[in-house]
């Protein structure tokens, strides 16, 4: 049964509702995202396009298989409605199993702090070396998901933006030791806002504000992540301005201007039309993949050139929409659209459900640091999550998860390392 436009609007107010006061009532973002997320990409750029601001996206394949229309849209709200629907009930439902999750007693803001110290020349010698590394590799491909891993390494500068801003947070430094770190992480932000590297500047964005606002109590913290949130917003759609307009030549007055356009008119929110060509692509020309996309996750690290015959990624390159010899091209279809490509109305049921399994696990894992550590970690999962439902190219959006978070991720393991000898030690 296909719901109307009409009945999808109620139902994703009642949804970001029921995610308002999960919020208040569980401190926890998850579902809220979820439901802001269907209402921009789906009912926001519908509205949009059927009061002509917008038209259905063309992109430049060697040939047309697409037939992008209202009727179309409409299944691919309600699917994408199903996804929210499936992913949002679930990980509540595991969220609420997961709750007695028992603190580690060695792990304290003290211990990660005397840990903090002792790395951070690492942390800081890293933090230079990624500097070089991004400033090398500035301008290397489009920005988009999916690029080879030599291009990807400049998104690691991301995750040392984030331990340069646990060690300010963090960290017990002295008065002359606090001025060079700010210093440091400033660098480190300027040069990682780049147009080639726009989900780099959410990795640290949203992982910050994670650690800036800690344990704030929600209602409180709203009064913050709402202004904060618009200005993340603002400043993602100025990079895709960049893309197109050359900003030095025009004024900051200029600069909002169009990146306020740009995001009230969701330019970069085309998931829906994604999500379009998807059901115009499976099963008609394409079998469902029934998990072989993710599979393909492990797969993408391995260099064509050592494995010419490598299976080709996304429906794209397998049809031979793209032009070999041009730069390809794509369009997001957001997760939902890859769980579709999987396995139908079947594959978005159950990978919904897995994912929202995998979302309340890693937070639950998270909630058993006592330090400002499990900030942190609550702030890297939500910004992967962003680009998770976007979608698209889904083995190159972990790695791009991969490739930005690592230092992270090396981080917490050798924290982990020092609480279990810390433990035996006491």
């Known amino acids: 049964m296909m719901f109307s436009f009409q009945v999808l609007q109620i139902c994703s107010a009642l949804f970001i509702g029921i995610g308002v006061w999960y919020y208040l009532r569980k401190n926890d973002e998850i579902p809220l995202i979820l439901a802001l997320f269907y209402y921009t990409v789906a009912i926001l750029r519908f509205s949009l396009i059927q009061e002509g601001v917008l038209d259905y996206v063309v992109v430049n394949y060697t040939f047309d ?44 803001d003290q211990n990660l702090s005397e840990f903090i110290t002792k790395k951070m020349p690492y942390i800081t010698a890293g933090f230079f070396v990624f500097l070089v590394v991004n400033a090398a590799l500035a301008g290397s491909g489009s920005g988009a998901l999916g690029q080879g891993y030599l291009n990807l390494l400049k998104f690691g500068l991301g995750g040392f933006n984030l331990l340069m801003a646990l060690i300010l947070i963090s960290a017990r430094l002295k008065s002359n030791q606090r001025l060079p770190v700010i210093i440091f992480l400033i660098i480190g932000i300027l040069s990682s806002y780049a147009p080639s590297s726009r989900f780099v500047f ?24 709402l202004p904060g949130a618009l ?120 990978f919904s459900i897995v994912y929202a399994k995998l979302l309340a696990w890693l937070l639950y894992l998270a909630k058993s640091y006592r330090s400002n550590l499990r900030f942190l970690i609550k702030g890297v999962i939500v910004a992967s999550l962003i680009p998770l439902l976007r979608g698209g190219d889904l083995p190159g959006i972990y790695a791009f998860i991969g490739m930005s978070f690592w230092p992270v991720f090396l981080f917490i393991y050798s924290y982990h390392k020092h609480l279990k000898r810390s433990y035996v030690i006491a």
């Open 65 to 108: 298989i697409f037939n992008l229309n209202d009727e179309s849209a409409n299944v691919a709200m309600n699917y994408m409605f199903l996804g929210t629907a499936v992913l949002t009930f679930f990980y509540m439902r595991f969220a609420s199993r997961y709750q007695r999750k028992e603190k580690d007693p060695v792990d304290n």
């Open 202 to 225: 959410l990795s640290w964005a949203i992982g910050i504000s994670f650690l800036v606002f800690k344990d704030m109590r929600p209602l409180r913290k709203l009064r913050y992540i």
């Open 231 to 350: 200005g993340i917003v603002l400043f993602f759609s100025l990079l895709g301005v960049a893309r197109e307009t050359n900003l030095s030549a025009i004024s900051w007055e200029e600069k909002l201007a169009l990146a306020t356009e740009r995001a009230l008119i969701t330019e970069d929110q085309n998931m829906l039309d994604g999500f379009m060509m998807v059901l115009d692509v499976y099963p008609q020309f394409l079998d469902f993949s029934w998990g072989t996309e993710h599979v393909e996750i492990l797969l993408r690290p391995i260099p064509r050139a050592w494995w010419p015959e490598k299976p080709l990624g996304g429906y794209a390159n397998k049809l031979g929409l793209n032009d070999a010899e041009e730069e390809t091209v794509g369009i997001s279809q957001s997760i939902y659209g890859s769980f579709y490509g999987e396995g139908g109305v079947t594959g978005i049921i159950l």
